[in-house]
């Protein structure tokens, strides 16, 4: 069963607009975090912004905010005044315990395109 | 750059053989992590090793071995390659401070490798 779905393969938004991205997750566990990474062309892997499943609020990174709906499994991330170099691959990822330790499972991603 | 280091940047291989990929983790982490990233599977957990010791296993095929050395630095062992071996490694490492599912994990700039 899937455990992270990003239902959108692709993404377009205008420079300077907000945009958001959607995650949702599936898990049993009451104690999990939650991330966003982004993969620009060149392959890297940057972490972006973390959510822990106990934090009350919603977590902020400079213009990367993550909207945090615990009751529904959600953890979307919103870019503020998007930027062309915003365009990449970009993966939510949740870590959780269980059998044979803690493991990170990743979404298969969503690929953001910014116009100019 | 998030100070963990991937060597090499790319392999070509054969089927058949063995390689070895190396990583060394940001300084101060303890964990380190392994993933294989392939266009048909995405991202996926291969292990983890804290400290010395394997933590956590994911989707590692007995074909593939790692461990972490006293120094910290980790390496990955890739043998028997077949074709569907091919896909970029990354390595990433964490503090691992004990907090269930809060350590960020910083990546590596990964190894691609190639089976011909």
């Known amino acids: 069963a899937q455990k992270i779905t990003q239902t959108q393969p692709g993404m377009f938004v205008q420079e300077k607009e907000a945009v958001t991205l959607d995650c949702t997750y599936d898990?049993?566990?009451?104690?999990?975090?939650l991330f966003w990474y982004k993969q620009p062309s060149s392959g890297e892997m940057i972490f972006l912004i973390y959510?822990?499943?106990?934090?009350?609020q919603n977590a902020t990174e400079g213009r990367y905010s993550l909207n945090f709906q615990k009751a529904r499994k959600s953890a979307n991330l919103v870019i503020s005044a998007s930027q062309l170099g915003d365009s990449a691959m970009y993966f939510c990822?949740?870590?959780?315990?269980?059998?044979?330790?803690?493991?990170?499972?990743f979404g298969a991603g969503t690929r953001l395109f910014v116009k100019a | 750059d998030s100070g963990v280091t991937q060597t090499p940047k790319h392999l070509i291989t054969a089927t058949g053989q063995r390689v070895t990929l190396r990583c060394s983790p940001r300084?101060?982490?303890?964990?380190v992590y392994w993933y294989q990233q392939s266009l048909d599977q995405g991202l996926q957990f291969l292990i983890q090793?804290?400290?010395?010791?394997?933590?956590a296993k994911g989707n590692i095929l007995e074909r593939f071995s790692a461990q972490q050395f006293p120094d910290l630095h980790s390496e990955l062992n890739l043998s028997s390659l077949e074709l569907g071996d091919s896909a970029l490694y990354f390595c990433?490492?964490?503090?691992?401070?004990?907090?269930?599912?809060?350590?960020?994990?910083?990546f590596g700039p990964g190894t691609r490798l190639t089976v011909l």
């Open positions: 990433a490492s964490s503090v691992d401070s004990g907090g269930r599912g809060t350590d960020t994990q910083y």
């Open positions: 898990t049993s566990d009451p104690s999990y975090g």
């Open positions: 959510q822990g499943s106990y934090d009350q």
């Open positions: 990822a949740m870590r959780e315990g269980g059998t044979g330790g803690f493991k990170t499972i």
């Open positions: 300084s101060g982490d303890l964990s």
């Open positions: 090793y804290y400290n010395g010791e394997e933590r």
